[in-house]
């Protein structure tokens, strides 16, 4: 069993200043997929509703090159918010990973890229949506993303990539305290008829609502949950499981000092996912 771990906006390369979409700009580079709408450069904004869509005569499968302007190192892998037609619910959708360094040079040619990661997940679902993996450290300039399988009819739509690092690791030894809580919400309006029939309205996607207590935690723990509740972008949350969610912190963050010296805190990070 893994620890929790967060990767902020910070550590999402894909967000920095000065990645470049290599797509459609020559040079060997893949040509542009997209609906005129929904532009491939969606996929370098923070806003995961701002979507990427393939269009409806999409290749499988269907490549991705960004420069990362510099070398970096990674050592996680996400899509977050990859979407089919309800029609295709229960296909999976395969993502590879491929890098190369400064030194090696940008290629056009699939080929020439190190696949490093797989990121595998189903269609439809609130857990269906997001995903990513934790993989060995590598050095990347120029990224590559092998998306398949794709619908060639109805192509996808996808919030976003992230690769980067987990910059706030809680530890090997630490997932949360004893009664952690797990909600799953599916939005709706609710209301009932004159003769008390019940009519539902469903308003949104399905979202998770995690409650996670940290119990006599140590000051450098309690800092980096801080870190985390202060985000005020979203973030990717690896639970001990390996799944990644994106989330967004509550807007209160309660912390109790409960001893010292030394000090000794209590937490409770409230977390939403994205649906």
Not at 98 to 127: H, N
Request: with cysteine; proline share 6%.
């Amino acid at each position: 069993m893994a620890s929790t771990r967060f990767s902020t906006k910070a550590a999402n390369y894909i967000l920095s200043t000065g990645v470049v979409l290599k797509n459609g700009t020559g040079g060997g580079a893949p040509a542009l997929q997209e609906d005129a709408a929904y532009p491939m450069s969606n996929l370098l904004k923070v806003d995961r509703y701002s979507v990427w869509a393939t269009g409806p005569t999409a290749p499988n499968p269907m490549l991705v090159h960004i420069d990362l302007g510099q070398d970096r190192a990674l050592t996680f892998f996400a899509v977050l918010g990859m979407r089919q037609a309800a029609s295709l619910a229960g296909n999976t959708i395969s993502s590879i990973f491929g890098t190369r360094t400064a030194a090696q040079g940008y290629s056009g040619v699939s080929t020439d890229y190190t696949d490093r990661a797989t990121v595998a997940l189903p269609t439809m679902g609130v857990d269906g949506v997001d995903g990513g993996v934790v993989a060995a450290s590598s050095t990347c300039r120029y990224l590559q993303i092998k998306v398949s399988v794709i619908n060639t009819t109805l192509g996808l739509t996808l919030g976003k990539f992230a690769v980067g690092l987990l910059d706030q690791d809680l530890g090997a030894n630490l997932v949360y305290s004893p009664g952690a809580e797990n909600h799953l919400v599916t939005p709706q309006v609710r209301t009932e008829t004159p003769a008390g029939f019940p009519v539902i309205s469903y308003v949104g996607a399905p979202y998770r609502r995690f409650l996670l207590p940290f119990r006599a935690i140590t000051t450098a723990t309690r800092d980096q949950l801080n870190t985390v509740a202060k985000q005020t972008d979203p973030f990717v949350y690896f639970d001990q499981f390996d799944v990644a969610h994106e989330c967004v912190p509550a807007p209160e963050n309660a912390v109790a000092h409960r001893w010292s010296p030394p000090d000794i805190w209590d937490a409770l990070l409230e977390l939403r996912s994205l649906g």
